[in-house]
C-alpha cells in the first residue's frame, strides 16, 4: 500500500514509518518539522534501508496536500501532524485549535476529493479526561479538560460525522495512552525541545546529569504509593498497533485503545528504570502539577479482540530503550 503519513518525522510517526517500510509498504511522509528534524527520515532509511518520500508541508495547507495527492496513488492515511503540549495548549488555544482541528478536516476533505477512504488518526487516552479506570472506548460524553484534548475530540467527531454520510470512509480512531521507549538500534527516538513535559524524557535527562533532580508532582494521589499512574506503552508497539489498525479496517468508524492495561506509578517507574539502567534518578516530591488526574490506563480487550493486537514490551525494556537512546543523542546530533 501507499501510505501518507503526516507528521511522520515525529517521535511516533517515526516509528511507525520504520514497521511499515520494514512490512513492505510504500511510505510518504508530510511533516513542516515544526517539532522535528528532517534528519530522522534519514535514520528511517539507515535503519530499514529503504526509501522513503518526504514532503516538507505544513498540513494546514490544502494546495500542499493536492500536490501530494496528485504525485502519488495515496491508499490510506495516516494522521500523526499535530501540536501535543497540553500546558501551551492552554496559553496558546487558537493555534492549538488551528493546527490540530483544520489539518484534520483539510485532509479529510482532500481525501475525500481523491477517493482515499482508509483514515487512521492519532487520538489519545486525554479525551477521557477524568473517568473511572480503566477507560473502555464506550465511555460517552468525552469530558476533556483543555484545548488540546478538545481537538482530539473535536476531530473524533468530525471523522466520525463524515463517515457517517460516506459509507466507504473506514476510520480507525487510536486512543494512545502514555508513548515511551525507543526504536533498538538507538537512532531515534523522544528528543523533546527545552525542558521535557514529559516524565519519561524528564527521567532521562535527569539520569544523564543534563538535568539535576526530577520532580514528582504530588504523593497524596489515591493511588498505589500516592504518585500518579499511568499506562506507559512502548513506542514500537503503538506502532504496530497502527499495521494491525491498517490491516483490520473496515468501512465505518472504529475506535481503539492503545496502551497495555498496566498501570505504573512515578515511583515505580523511576524505580524500574533504576534496575533496568543501573543509574540512580534523585527526585524530590512537590505539588501536584495542575490538572493532573490520579490513574490513567486502558482497557486494552477491545484492540485484542477485533486488531489481535497486544503491547509485548515491559517497562523495564520500555526504560532500557528510552536511555539507550538518550545516551546516544548528541552524538547523533552531529552526525
Ligand atoms: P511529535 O510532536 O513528535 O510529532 C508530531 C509531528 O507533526 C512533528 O514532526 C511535527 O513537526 C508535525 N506537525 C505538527 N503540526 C503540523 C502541521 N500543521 N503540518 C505538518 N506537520 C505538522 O508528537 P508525537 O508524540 O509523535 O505525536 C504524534 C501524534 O500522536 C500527535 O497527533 C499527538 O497529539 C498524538 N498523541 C501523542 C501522545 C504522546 O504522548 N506522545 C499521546 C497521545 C496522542
Ligand atoms: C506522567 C506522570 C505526572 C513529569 C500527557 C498529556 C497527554 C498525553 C501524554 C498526548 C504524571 C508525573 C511528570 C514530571 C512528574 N499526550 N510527572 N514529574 O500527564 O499522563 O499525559 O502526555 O496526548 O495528553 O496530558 O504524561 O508524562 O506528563 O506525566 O511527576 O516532571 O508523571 O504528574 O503523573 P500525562 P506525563
Redesign the pocket.
Known sequence: MNILVTGGAGYIGVHTCVVLLEKGHTVIVADNLCNSKADSINKVRQITRKEITFYNIDVTDEQALETIFLQHKIDSVIHFAGL?A?GESVKLPLDYYFNNVVSTLLLAKVCLKHQVNRFIFSS???VYGNNTVPFVETLDPLPTTNP??ET?AMSERVLTDIARTNPSFSVSLLR?F?PIGAHQSGLIGEDPNGIP????P?ITQVAKGKLEK?????NDFFTVDG??V?DYIHVMDLAEGHVAALDNLTEGVHIYNLGTGQGTS?LQLIEAFEEANGVGIPYEIVDR?PG?IAS?YANVLKAKRELGWIAKHNIKAMCRDAWRFEKNIEQLRVR
Open positions: 501535543k497540553v489519545s487516552a486525554t488540546y484534548g482530539k494512545y502514555n513535559n514529559n516524565l519519561m524528564y526530577l520532580m514528582v508532582f504530588g504518585t500518579g499511568r512515578v502539577r493532573d490513567s
